[in-house]
C-alpha cells in the first residue's frame, strides 16, 4: 500500500470517528463515551504524524508539521478531543489535498514519459519486422505507419510527410515536412505511412531528452523552494513562544490550543513546490523544456539576455531573398531548372535551393552530363537545355553584366549573401541572392523580453563585424561583440554575470561553453543542438525564437504565485494566532479556519498551470516570410 492510499485511509478513519461520535453525543447515550471514539480515530494520525516527523528529522529535515503534532497531542492531554480529531482530519485532509495537488501538477509532464514510443517498424532484406524502439541502429530505414510516434530522430526519405509535433513542440497544427528534413521521435505520423532513415538511436533522440528534462523538473529543489522550507522551521519556535505567552496571561490552557491548531499550516508550504512543478508543466506545453524548478526560479530573475546570431537571431541558413529576372523570364521556371540541376551538387546551398523548389510544388527533371566546377558552380543539361549555375566568372567569365542586373549588383556588393548566376544555353536569364535572414519573430521577443524587465539585450557571435553590426542595428540591440570564439563567449558571460543575472541563448556547439557559464542557458533545439542542448538550462524545441519570451514570462508568473502563496498563507496564520492567543478563535473553529487557508493557497498555486495574460505582441508566431519578389 502506497502512502497516499494510507493517507486517504487516515482521513476516512478519522471523518468516520467524527461522526459516529457526534451521532452518539446527539443522541445522548451509547456503549462508548463520544470523547473516547474521538481520541481513539485521533489516535492512527498522531502516529502516522510522529513516523513522519521521525523519517524526515533522521534525513536533517524539519518543518511545521510538528506543530500539527504538538496540538493534537496537546488537545489530548488536556481534555479536548474534539478539537484533536478536527485537527486530525484538517491535517490528514491536508495530505491528501497535496497528493491531489501534486499529481495534478505532474500530469502533463507524466503524459510525455507514459507516451514514450516503444516500437518501430523497420525495412530489411527480407521484408519489414516490427522491433523494440531500442534495438533501432543509426542508418536504420524505418516505416513509420498512420497516426504511430516517430520511434527515433532520423531523416525523412520519402518526398514529403505530414506530422503532428505538439507534444513535443508545442505547435497546434500539423506540419509538413519534405525529403532530407529532420524528424523528432515522439511526433505522430498525421499523414500517411512514409520511411525515414535513423539518425539516432532512441536514448539519443530528442525524446529520451525530453524524458530526463521532466525527471529533473520532478525531482529538483529550487532555491525558493528551499527558502519556504526555513520559513516553515522558523514557525515552529515563534507558535510555541506565542502558545505559551496565552497561556500564561491568559491561565487558560485552552487558548494555548486555540493558537497551536490555528499555526497548522500543512500544506501551506507545500504552495512553493506545486506552483513551480506546475510552471514547468505548463512551459513543457507550449515546447518549452526546464531542467527543474531551479531553471525556472532562475530565469524569474533575468535581467541581460545575451544571444547568438547565426541560428539564433537568424534562420541559420540560406534563405532566397530577391530573384533578379531578364526579360521575358518567369522565376519559377528559373527555379526548376536551377533546383534540377542542383540535385547532382553537394554544395552547402543546394539542398536549400531544391528545397525551396519542393516547397513551391515544383517538378523537378533528373540533369545529364553534369560537370561541378569545385566552388565554383556546376554545368549540365536539363530537359535538353544546357544549364550553367554559380559564380559570376564562371557563368559569364569576362562579359559585362546586361542592364537588368546591374542595379542589384550595386546593392548586393558589400552584403552578406551569396548570388548564384543562371545562364541557359550561354546567356544569363537570372540572378538568385541568398542571405541568412533575420527571424521574424525576432522583434517581438526582444520587445517582449524589455517589457518582462530585460534591460540589456546584447549579441555575441563569431561573425565579422559587418554581419553583426547590420543584425544589431536592425534591432537596437544594447551592445555588439563578434568575431568571438568560444572562450570569448565564456568570459563575455562572466562579465555580464556580475553585473546582473544573465541568460545566453545559442543553437551550436560552439555556444555550449556560453549556456553552461550563464545563469541560464537557453538552447534552440530544433533542428539538433544536442551538445548545447546538454549544456543548457531551458531547451526550446520549436523553430522560434519567441518562447524565450514565453518562458520568462512564464517564469515570472510562476514565482509571482509561489510568493504569492506563501506571503499571503503566512500572513493569515498569523492573524489568526493573534485572534486565538485573544480568546476569539476556539480550537475546533480555528482548526476550520486553518482548513480553508491552507486549501486557498493550494488552489492559487495551481493556476501557474493555467495560461497567463499574454499581449499580442508576445504571443505572436513567426510569420512565413514573403515571397522573393522578381525584380
Known amino acids: 500500500m502506497n502512502e497516499s492510499t494510507v493517507r486517504l485511509a487516515l482521513l476516512i478513519m478519522a471523518v468516520l470517528g467524527l461522526v459516529v461520535g457526534l451521532a452518539i453525543w446527539s443522541a445522548g447515550q451509547g456503549p462508548v463515551q463520544p470523547t473516547t471514539i474521538w481520541a481513539i480515530a485521533t489516535l492512527p494520525v498522531v502516529i502516522m504524524l510522529v513516523v513522519s516527523i521521525l523519517r524526515d528529522f533522521l534525513i536533517g529535515r524539519m518543518g511545521v508539521d510538528a506543530i500539527a503534532l504538538v496540538s493534537m497531542s496537546a488537545g489530548l492531554l488536556l481534555g479536548q478531543p474534539l478539537a484533536a480529531i478536527v485537527v486530525a482530519i484538517m491535517y490528514a485532509g491536508g495530505t491528501v489535498l497535496e497528493d491531489f495537488a501534486r499529481g495534478r501538477a505532474e500530469r502533463s509532464l507524466q503524459a510525455l514519459v507514459d507516451r514514450a514510443p516503444r516500437i518501430a517498424h523497420k525495412k530489411s532484406t527480407t521484408g519489414t519486422e516490427t522491433i523494440s524502439a531500442d534495438q533501432v541502429a543509426i542508418g536504420d530505414e524505418l516505416l513509420v505507419r498512420a497516426g504511430e510516434l516517430l520511434p527515433v530522430d532520423g531523416i525523412l526519405i520519402d518526398p514529403s510527410a505530414l506530422l503532428d509535433e505538439s507534444a513535443v513542440t508545442g505547435e497546434p497544427l500539423p506540419v509538413r515536412r519534405i525529403a ?25 533522440s530528442t525524446y529520451a531528452a525530453i524524458m530526463r528534462m521532466v525527471t529533473a ?16 522551521l522558523l514557525l515552529l519556535p515563534l507558535t510555541l513562544l506565542v502558545a505559551a505567552l496565552a497561556w500564561y496571561l491568559s491561565n487558560d490552557p485552552i487558548r494555548a490550543l486555540a493558537v497551536l491548531v490555528v499555526a497548522t499550516p500543512c500544506p501551506l508550504i507545500l504552495a512553493a513546490p506545486v506552483a513551480f512543478i506546475g510552471g514547468v508543466s505548463r512551459a513543457a506545453h507550449v515546447g518549452i523544456l526546464m531542467k527543474g524548478s531551479t531553471a525556472l526560479e532562475a530565469l524569474a530573475r533575468i535581467r541581460t539576455a545575451i544571444f547568438d546570431k547565426t541560428g539564433t537571431l537568424t534562420t541559420g541558413g540560406a534563405e532566397l531573398i530577391e530573384i533578379d529576372l531578364a526579360p521575358h523570364q518567369r522565376a519559377d521556371e528559373l527555379l526548376r531548372l536551377l533546383a534540377s540541376l542542383e540535385q547532382a551538387s553537394h554544395h552547402v546551398l543546394a539542398s536549400s535551393i531544391v528545397q525551396l523548389a519542393r516547397r513551391k510544388g515544383l517538378v523537378l527533371c533528373q540533369p545529364h552530363q553534369v560537370r561541378e566546377h569545385r566552388g565554383e ?4 543539361q536539363v530537359d535538353g537545355t544546357t544549364v550553367s549555375a554559380g559564380s559570376r566568372p564562371l557563368v559569364l567569365a569576362d562579359k559585362p553584366l546586361p542592364y537588368w542586373a546591374q542595379d542589384g549588383e550595386e546593392r548586393h556588393r558589400d552584403a552578406a549573401v551569396l548570388r548564384v548566376f543562371l545562364a541557359l544555353n550561354g546567356e544569363l536569364v537570372g540572378i538568385f541572392t541568398f542571405a541568412d535572414t533575420l527571424r521574424a519573430d525576432v522583434p517581438d521577443t526582444l520587445v517582449a523580453l524589455r517589457t518582462c524587465g530585460v534591460n540589456r539585450i546584447m549579441l555575441l557571435t563569431g561573425d565579422d563585424d559587418t554581419a553583426a553590426n547590420k543584425v544589431a542595428a536592425s534591432l537596437g540591440l544594447d551592445a555588439t561583440i563578434s568575431k568571438a570564439t568560444p572562450a570569448d563567449k565564456v568570459r563575455t558571460v562572466e562579465v555580464e554575470k556580475r553585473a546582473a543575472p544573465t541568460m545566453m541563448i545559442g543553437d551550436g556547439i ?20 544536442t551538445i548545447s542542448s546538454e549544456a543548457a538550462d531551458v531547451v526550446i524545441l520549436t523553430d522560434r525564437v519567441q518562447p524565450v519570451a514565453e518562458a520568462l514570462l512564464i517564469a515570472k508568473h510562476t514565482r509571482t504565485i509561489a510568493l504569492q502563496s506563501i506571503t499571503v498563507g503566512l500572513a493569515l496564520s498569523g492573524a489568526a494566532m493573534i485572534f486565538a492567543a485573544l480568546g476569539m478563535i476556539t480550537p475546533v473553529a480555528g482548526a476550520l479556519l486553518q482548513e480553508g487557508i491552507d486549501v486557498a493557497v493550494i488552489l492559487n498555486a495551481l493556476r501557474t498551470l493555467g495560461g497567463t495574460d499574454v499581449s499580442a505582441s508576445r504571443q505572436k508566431r513567426a510569420i512565413k516570410a514573403a515571397e522573393p519578389q522578381p525584380r
Open 510 to 529: 560552439n555556444d555550449a561553453p556560453a549556456l553552461a557559464a550563464a545563469d541560464v542557458g537557453i538552447a534552440l533545439a530544433s533542428r539538433g543542438g
Open 377 to 380: 558552380g556546376l554545368e549540365g
Open 180 to 204: 532530407s528534413d529532420p524528424l523528432h521521435s515522439g511526433t505522430v505520423n498525421a499523414g500517411e505511412t512514409f520511411s525515414m532513415r535513423a539518425s539516432a538511436t532512441v536514448g539519443e
Open 217 to 232: 523538473a520532478q525531482t529538483a529543489k529550487a532555491p525558493f523552494i528551499r527558502i519556504a522550507d526555513r520559513l516553515a
